[in-house]
T-cell receptor, first 113, second 111 residues
Framework: ETGVTQSPTHLIKTRGQQVTLRCSSQ?????VSWYQQALGQGPQFIFQ???????GRGNFPPRFSGLQFPNYSSELNVNALELDDSALYLC????????????FGPGTRLTVL | ELKVEQNPLFLSMQEGKNYTIYCNYS?????LYWYRQDPGKSLESLFV?????AVKQEGRLMASLDTKARLSTLHITAAVHDLSATYFC???????????FGSGTKLNVKP
């Protein structure tokens, strides 16, 4: 069973730029959630995708957007990057039915200069 | 909005000792999850608690859920150094498909 993978591992951007992060779900999982984890803090829920549609959203501005593809992989897009966007971005996949247990990828470390 | 509070935030303990980490949440939910995170790593799922009174155990860790008190506990028995990590609880607001994490408890087990 293939686990959750994310790319890239690290990324450095400057303020105002745009970034796209990618996630491949664990085999058999149909739901993807994205989280932002600042240093020393707990993960903050950004949004969840199911059947290629946003299915729940945390308190993040619209410049955070996403996509889910038919193979359940997903992208997180962030426009107009701000310094405070520097964080570890985690993707988690799960099955919609059952326990909703989430399995996390290794994360993408984004640094905004 | 649901609030999740963990305490303590930092815990330094000797090997062989017992301790409990607490997770309180502010809104009704019957789905609670515990995760472990090692420095610089991602989150590893430890326990899934789905109903009032649920108890799960794995090795030296035991988790429980009291939905009426909106409280989950993670009990550590006879701690060993390998348990040093940050532990997070997370609560699912099922109807809104939103997950809320606590701030984490950083556990340091000293030999």
């Amino acid at each position: 069973e293939t686990g959750v993978t994310q790319s890239p591992t690290h990324l450095i951007k400057t303020r105002g730029q745009q970034v796209t992060l990618r996630c491949s779900s664990q085999s058999g999982h149909n739901t993807v959630s994205w989280y932002q984890q600042a240093l020393g803090q707990g993960p903050q829920f950004i949004f969840q995708y199911y059947r290629e549609e946003e299915n729940g959203r945390g308190n993040f501005p619209p410049r955070f957007s996403g996509l889910q593809f038919p193979n359940y992989s997903s992208e997180l897009n962030v426009n107009a990057l701000e310094l405070d966007d520097s964080a570890l971005y985690l993707c988690a996949s799960s099955r919609r039915q059952g326990t909703n247990e989430q399995f996390f990828g290794p994360g993408t470390r984004l640094t905004v200069l | 909005e649901l609030k999740v509070e963990q305490n303590p935030l930092f815990l330094s303990m000797q090997e062989g000792k017992n301790y409990t980490i607490y997770c309180n949440y502010s809104t009704t939910s019957d789905r609670l999850y515990w995760y472990r995170q090692d420095p610089g790593k991602s989150l590893e799922s430890l326990f899934v608690l789905l109903s009032n009174g649920a108890v799960k155990q794995e090795g030296r860790l035991m988790a429980s859920l009291d939905t009426k008190a909106r409280l989950s506990t993670l009990h550590i028995t006879a701690a060993v150094h390998d348990l040093s990590a940050t532990y997070f609880c997370a609560v699912l607001m099922y109807n809104f498909n939103k997950f809320y994490f606590g701030s984490g408890t950083k556990l340091n087990v000293k030999p």
